[in-house]
């Protein structure tokens, strides 16, 4: 069902990756007006809003006065989502201002608020806005970030706008999440994965030696968090199995939780029964200590070495891949150190061939690539060993990339070419 959403747009240089917010909005089939301040209007020109809106853009508070408008666009609203909102416009919010056209909007709207905060560091921390932050998270407005990472300037930390694929599905699982509450609706269903059951695994495995060790990985997790944030967005019904993530859950996934090999393989049993999608990104342990002590393993007196014995864990993509699987695309992972690019692309094909995926996602880790980073750099390969696309960025573009190929597959395979599987 479309929803009826403002874009308010405040004035910060992060207004200029809000158009992106738009637009991701509009193509998920939604009526969306953007409403920016005059702030807003110094960074990005109110054409472009127009454009990418594909509805008239106000900003003046004493414009359309006959119509009311000051506060028929907040009436109108099923959401509105603030992108980025500065540390004025969070402060104004706070103290319910109304001297502009989108502080009209929201006092006079019920819809959920979702705000994006961009600001430096500084003006992050300080105390005014953290109360005034703190004081919006009283009144049920969800905060999407921010993220951590590169300023407008040489600094950076904690301040940067989320990028906008987060930012709106974040915001879509705060009207879901309303909608769940409230069986008298149908549960909004656009995007291209609408109707669709997606299943992610995410994070890395441990295998426990004893009550207080692991044999674990660096996986944090952050890559299958935004795949599952990216179905999710795009209107998919999402299942995550979470290994011990290191990063907050994504909104508006049925999140089960597993902690080895064998409890994620149950889980993956579980869940994948009708599903539509498997996306295997968990880093799962190909070994698991053959006995785990009940108390924890005491230091020889001597100064002797310990050996472990290890025994092999299933190889949980390449089970789901032997047994049928009609009408389950299967998304498998390779984390590789090679730092040959054609090697790289043919340890990809052989792990696809011998598991028997659809599509295998190839990326390069190392100590300092991959894992914990905020950008991935893949290689999807599809059946015939083609590369189907190569995409750079952040995990969120990157997981987005992945889920362009995943519908164009599942359009194929609807249309009855996909007999290869
Ligand atoms: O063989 P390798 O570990 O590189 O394969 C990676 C892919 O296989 C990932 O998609 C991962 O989730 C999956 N995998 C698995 N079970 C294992 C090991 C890996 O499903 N025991």
Same mark, same amino acid.
């Given at each position: 069902?479309?929803?009826?959403?403002?874009?308010?747009?405040?004035?910060?240089?992060?207004?200029?990756?809000?158009?992106?917010?738009?637009?991701?909005?509009?193509?998920?089939?939604?009526?969306?007006?953007?409403?920016?301040?005059?702030?807003?209007?110094?960074?990005?020109?109110?054409?472009?809003?127009?454009?990418?809106?594909?509805?008239?853009?106000?900003?003046?508070?004493?414009?359309?006065?006959?119509?009311?408008?000051?506060?028929?666009?907040?009436?109108?609203?099923?959401?509105?989502?603030?992108?980025?909102?500065?540390?004025?416009?969070?402060?104004?919010?706070?103290?319910?201002?109304?001297?502009?056209?989108?502080?009209?909007?929201?006092?006079?709207?019920?819809?959920?608020?979702?705000?994006?905060?961009?600001?430096?560091?500084?003006?992050?921390?300080?105390?005014?806005?953290?109360?005034?932050?703190?004081?919006?998270?009283?009144?049920? !407005?969800?905060?999407?970030?921010?993220?951590?990472?590169?300023?407008?300037?040489?600094?950076?930390?904690?301040?940067?706008?989320?990028?906008?694929?987060?930012?709106?599905?974040?915001?879509?699982?705060?009207?879901?999440?309303?909608?769940?509450?409230?069986?008298?609706?149908?549960?909004?269903?656009?995007?291209?994965?609408?109707?669709?059951?997606?299943?992610?695994?995410?994070?890395?495995?441990?295998?426990?030696?004893?009550?207080?060790?692991?044999?674990?990985?660096?996986?944090?997790?952050?890559?299958?968090?935004?795949?599952?944030?990216?179905?999710?967005?795009?209107?998919?019904?999402?299942?995550?199995?979470?290994?011990?993530?290191?990063?907050?859950?994504?909104?508006?996934?049925?999140?089960?939780?597993?902690?080895?090999?064998?409890?994620?393989?149950?889980?993956?049993?579980?869940?994948?029964?009708?599903?539509? !999608?498997?996306?295997?990104?968990?880093?799962?342990?190909?070994?698991?200590?053959?006995?785990?002590?009940?108390?924890?393993?005491?230091?020889?007196?001597?100064?002797?070495?310990?050996?472990?014995?290890?025994?092999?864990?299933?190889?949980?993509?390449?089970?789901?891949?032997?047994?049928?699987?009609?009408?389950?695309?299967?998304?498998?992972?390779?984390?590789?150190?090679?730092?040959?690019?054609?090697?790289?692309?043919?340890?990809?094909?052989?792990?696809?061939?011998?598991?028997?995926?659809?599509?295998?996602?190839?990326?390069?880790?190392?100590?300092?690539?991959?894992?914990?980073?905020?950008?991935?750099?893949?290689?999807?390969?599809?059946?015939?060993?083609?590369?189907?696309?190569?995409?750079?960025?952040?995990?969120?573009?990157?997981?987005?990339?992945?889920?362009?190929?995943?519908?164009?597959?599942?359009?194929?395979?609807?249309?009855?070419?996909?007999?290869?599987?």
């Amino acid at each position: 069902m479309p929803l009826n959403i403002v874009v308010g747009i405040t004035g910060g240089i992060a207004a200029y990756k809000a158009v992106g917010v738009v637009r991701a909005l509009v193509l998920a089939g939604h009526d969306v007006h953007v409403v920016p301040t005059e702030g807003a209007l110094r960074f990005v020109g109110k054409p472009t809003l127009e454009a990418i809106s594909r509805n008239p853009v106000h900003t003046d508070l004493y414009e359309g006065v006959a119509e009311v408008r000051h506060v028929a666009i907040g009436q109108a609203a099923d959401l509105i989502v603030i992108a980025p909102a500065t540390a004025n416009a969070i402060a104004k919010l706070a103290a319910g201002l109304a001297d502009d056209l989108l502080g009209n909007t929201v006092l006079a709207s019920e819809a959920p608020i979702v705000i994006a905060p961009a600001m430096h560091t500084e003006m992050w921390a300080n105390a005014a806005t953290q109360a005034n932050v703190a004081t919006l998270r009283a009144r049920g !407005v969800t905060v999407v970030g921010p993220a951590v990472g590169q300023l407008t300037g040489a600094d950076s930390g904690p301040g940067r706008m989320e990028e906008p694929e987060a930012i709106v599905a974040a915001a879509l699982a705060v009207v879901d999440a309303r909608v769940a509450g409230d069986p008298g609706r149908d549960a909004p269903a656009t995007g291209d994965l609408a109707g669709r059951r997606v299943v992610v695994t995410a994070g890395g495995t441990r295998e426990p030696l004893d009550p207080v060790r692991f044999l674990g990985n660096r996986s944090s997790g952050k890559q299958g968090i935004a795949l599952a944030e990216a179905a999710r967005a795009r209107g998919a019904e999402v299942t995550l199995i979470a290994a011990n993530l290191e990063v907050a859950d994504p909104a508006g996934c049925d999140i089960r939780r597993v902690s080895t090999a064998l409890e994620l393989r149950d889980a993956l049993r579980a869940a994948v029964a009708g599903a539509d !999608v498997v996306v295997m990104a968990a880093a799962v342990a190909d070994y698991r200590p053959a006995a785990v002590s009940e108390s924890k393993i005491k230091k020889d007196q001597s100064d002797a070495g310990l050996t472990l014995e290890l025994v092999r864990n299933p190889d949980i993509l390449a089970e789901l891949g032997a047994a049928p699987h009609d009408g389950t695309l299967l998304v498998g992972f390779a984390a590789e150190t090679e730092s040959d690019a054609d090697r790289l692309l043919e340890l990809g094909r052989a792990k696809r061939r011998a598991k028997r995926a659809d599509l295998l996602v190839v990326n390069r880790v190392g100590w300092h690539a991959g894992f914990a980073a905020d950008d991935n750099d893949v290689v999807v390969i599809g059946r015939d060993d083609r590369i189907v696309t190569e995409v750079r960025g952040t995990k969120s573009s990157v997981a987005h990339g992945i889920m362009d190929v995943v519908v164009s597959e599942l359009g194929t395979a609807a249309d009855g070419a996909a007999s290869t599987r």
